[in-house]
């Protein structure tokens, strides 16, 4: 339909013509029930505004804007969703900091920095919010906290709208949002949330504001990521973008952000993050999935670990076998090249090579499969070599413990010295990590 014919009626109204003629409409804009057109007047139930009624005609079209393309659009509402502990607070005030500065963000182009207006309800503001953003090189004059009781009510979206056209932000970080539903809110119950998540989504919409709003997952249960937040699939479903934050399971040190829902453009790819010592840092494009962080409180991984050691237990009973033929079969198996590498460090499995071809078998000594030690890395890359930290072995004598075929229980580690025997006890091997060996000329043991 087009060219649509409006008439401006007493007072400045504008009415459709079309539907003013066809008797659908009254002077004031009201529908008129085929009860009205009969001149039954006494029923006012039957007259309505016809405010929620729009032709698609008079819309006009219009692209997204974005804050962080394609994970945080403007004008609209993402969840941030993650177990407590993987760092969904640090993500937040990561993105705050690369929106204070205009550049910062994993895959963005830089832009103009913009305020961010803050509701933590965690975390301290100068304990941990201001020294965070420190840390990160934030422009802290373009973030401003809420330091204060805020409930997402009738009275808390009017003041929560007047902190916004003062602050005038680019992003408004809610975190966690279930801190600030009140009481009055069951979280389970869709009918309530749904109107607070509305009422979030008109306010991002009519200040074209980016709205990131914090969630922590439920422990197991659902197969789908989406139904895996606190509360009512309602939030999920009432935001454009979910994001969820988690940690690899071979190596909880190694996290990312896993793009798991967008109604606006194409999922993005995972982004890595770290927590170190000195603070956040993104670490650009990760090969995490869905799958790995869910997996990691599931006990999935373990399983799958448990049957990759099953499976190369089986294949390496006989001796030396091809490196590719075992690759080969554990894809037939269903078993990934990453699990099936864990599960080989685990089983302290060989890899040599004769004539020109590469061939794996199990050691010579008996071992039993490390525990899931994921946070300490790859164990191939620290297995324990015996012959780099036995020097002056030859003044000891021959009665000597063994050297650990495991890594250290504490660190993981896999490099060991020697204790020699003393008014202390009997030589052992102590880790390098948890026992520094002492420096020449210390008297400590």
Wanted: glycine share 10%; charged share 25%; net charge negative.
């Amino acid at each position: 339909m087009t060219g649509t014919e409006y008439i401006t009626m007493p007072g400045g109204r504008k009415l459709r013509r079309d539907w003013l003629e066809a008797g659908l409409i009254d002077e004031e804009g009201h529908w008129v029930t085929d009860k009205l057109k009969e001149g039954d007047r006494g029923n006012q139930k039957a007259k309505e505004p016809l405010s929620h009624l729009v032709n698609m005609d008079d819309i006009e079209p219009e692209t997204v804007d974005w804050l962080w393309q394609p994970y945080i659009p403007k004008g609209k509402v993402t969840l941030l969703e993650g177990d407590p502990g993987v760092g969904k607070s640090w993500v937040g005030m990561a993105i705050a900091t690369a929106v204070s500065l205009g550049k910062g963000l994993p895959k963005q182009e830089p832009g103009e920095p913009g305020n961010t207006l803050l509701a933590s309800a965690e975390d301290g503001l100068s304990d941990t919010i201001r020294p965070r953003l420190d840390a990160m090189g934030a422009d802290v004059s373009r973030v401003v906290a809420i330091d204060g009781a805020l409930t997402l009510d009738d009275a808390g979206f009017i003041l929560l709208e007047v902190y916004i056209s003062i602050v005038k932000p680019a992003l408004l970080i809610i975190d966690p949002l279930v801190a600030y539903l009140g009481a009055a809110v069951d979280i389970h119950r869709a009918n309530e949330t749904r109107s607070v998540m509305a009422r979030l989504a008109k306010l991002a919409e009519t200040h074209q504001l980016a709205i990131l709003a914090v969630r922590h997952l439920t422990k197991g249960g659902a197969a789908k990521p989406i139904y895996r937040g606190l509360g009512s699939i309602d939030f999920t479903a009432a935001c454009r973008s979910v994001l969820l934050a988690g940690c690899d399971p071979e190596n909880q040190q190694s996290r990312g952000l896993v793009h798991i829902k967008s109604n606006l453009a194409p999922l993005g790819v995972s982004i890595g993050y770290e927590l170190r010592d000195n603070g956040f840092f993104w670490t650009g494009e990760s090969s995490l999935t869905t799958g790995d962080i869910l997996a990691t409180d599931s006990g999935e991984f373990t399983s799958a670990i448990d049957e990759a050691i099953d499976f190369l237990r089986d294949e390496l009973a006989t001796g030396d076998v091809l490196a590719k033929e075992i690759y080969r079969g554990a894809n037939s198996a269903a078993i990934s090249e990453r699990t099936l590498k864990r599960a080989k460090a685990n089983l302290h499995v060989r890899s040599h090579k004769r004539d020109g071809v590469w061939l794996w078998s199990l050691p010579t000594v008996p071992t039993v499969p490390t525990k899931n030690l994921g946070i300490l890395g790859t164990l191939e890359k620290t297995e324990a070599k015996k012959e780099v930290v036995t020097e002056r072995l030859g003044d000891i004598g021959n009665n000597l413990p063994d050297y650990p075929i495991q890594p250290c229980p504490n660190c993981g580690s896999g490099d060991y010295w020697l204790r020699e025997a003393s008014q202390w006890g009997k030589a052992e091997w102590l880790c390098s990590r948890c026992h520094p060996k002492p420096s020449a000329g210390s008297n400590g043991q």
